[in-house]
Nanobody, 124 residues
Framework: QVQLVESGGGLAQAGGSLRLSCVAS????????MGWFRQAPGKEREFVAA????????DYTDSVKGRFTISRDNAKNTVYLQMNSLKSEDTAVYYC?????????????????WGQGTQVTVSS
């Protein structure tokens, strides 16, 4: 199974930017569909963005469309989430997830490997 480690979280002001990284080890990233999820206090973990193994297709939850961009560098075994125009409601723990697949996956139960999460806090 692939191991995932997220980084890049922290404190940002509303309107600011952060870039999250997720480094995979144990398996080549190129065979995995990758996703980003987030979980705010007292809420369920929700889908944020996903990217196919080839990188040819991406999908986003409506609330981040036009502000967040998911990308991948398979040579570096890394997936990124560029977050711009941050809002206070983006505050959450962000998780990277992986599933060996060729299709895009936007539901939590579709993934079977998870990172430990990285905290993102947006101050208004």
């Amino acid at each position: 199974q692939v191991q995932l480690v997220e980084s890049g979280g922290g404190l940002a002001q509303a309107g600011g930017s952060l870039r999250l990284s997720c480094v995979a080890s144990g398996r080549p990233l190129s065979i995995y569909t990758m996703g980003w999820f987030r979980q705010a206090p007292g809420k369920e973990r929700e889908f944020v963005a996903a990217i196919k193994s080839s990188g040819s297709t991406t999908d986003y939850t409506d609330s981040v469309k036009g502000r967040f961009t998911i990308s991948r560098d398979n040579a570096k075994n890394t997936v990124y989430l560029q977050m711009n125009s941050l809002k206070s409601e983006d505050t959450a723990v962000y998780y990277c997830a992986a599933k060996r697949a060729t299709m895009i996956i936007t539901w939590r139960t579709g993934y079977d490997s998870w990172g430990q999460g990285t905290q993102v806090t947006v101050s208004s």
